[in-house]
């Protein structure tokens, strides 16, 4: 199946890929489609669906509403800062900075944060939705549980992962390979249940659409 990926993202992308082997994931900027979703959601949930809506209306504009719409929402939430920075974590450091802040500047404001905490307990959040058409779309949500690192570790992955350690792995996720990564990941569970759903329970929307 071709399933359009509500996101710019290629590091996204390339996690992704891996998990829905045996289908073809595209961005939308490989149809020709400029994709934009502003996130006003509460949640990751209604972030997720709104992205996965925001594309459904821009494909159907350019005659590609056949195919399978995936959109998810992440971030990181942390119990000591009252689960900040949560859904805006993509957007972390905007107020302070005035501006986009780099992955590397979300780091140090979020480390400087958590300076004087002692609980450092921290998890990962991914919501994903997989979208057949407007009216029919499918949910999975999942966590990735660790512990705020002192410093940045790590040059895999992206956004938080240099941040996240994982006590039972004695890394952060940005130390874990990208196959160690997919196995244990809130992205990857979220994946595994949405595939699942897709060619377990979607048997006679697929073969109508081969």
Not at 36 to 50: I, K, V
Not at 79 to 108: C, D, N, T, W
Request: proline letters at 4%; hydrophobic letters at 35%; one cysteine or more.
């Amino acid at each position: 199946m071709i399933i359009v990926l509500a996101s710019g993202n290629p590091h996204k992308k390339e996690e992704l890929s891996a998990l829905f082997k045996g289908h073809s994931l595209l961005l939308p900027q490989d149809l020709g489609v400029t994709y934009h979703h502003e996130e006003t959601g509460s949640s990751f949930y209604e972030n997720a669906l709104g992205k996965a809506w925001t594309l459904y209306e821009q494909l159907v504009q350019a005659n590609r509403s056949n195919h399978l719409i995936l959109a998810d929402d992440s971030g990181l939430s942390i119990p000591a800062l009252e689960g900040k920075p949560g859904v805006y974590s993509a957007r972390f450091g905007e107020k302070e900075l005035g501006r986009k802040p780099s992955y590397r500047e979300q780091h140090q404001l979020l480390l400087e944060q958590m300076r004087t905490k002692t609980d450092r307990k921290a998890y990962f959040i991914c919501c994903m939705v997989l979208m057949i058409h407007r009216n029919r779309w499918f949910m999975a949500q999942e966590t990735l549980e660790g512990e705020i690192a002192f410093t940045p570790r790590g040059t895999g992955g992206f956004g938080y992962d240099p941040l996240l350690y994982l006590p039972s792995k004695g890394k952060t996720v940005a130390e874990l390979t990208l196959e160690e990564k997919n196995e244990v990941s809130h992205r990857g569970l979220a994946a595994r249940a949405i595939r699942t759903i897709l060619e377990h329970h979607l048997e006679e929307y697929l073969h109508e659409s081969t």
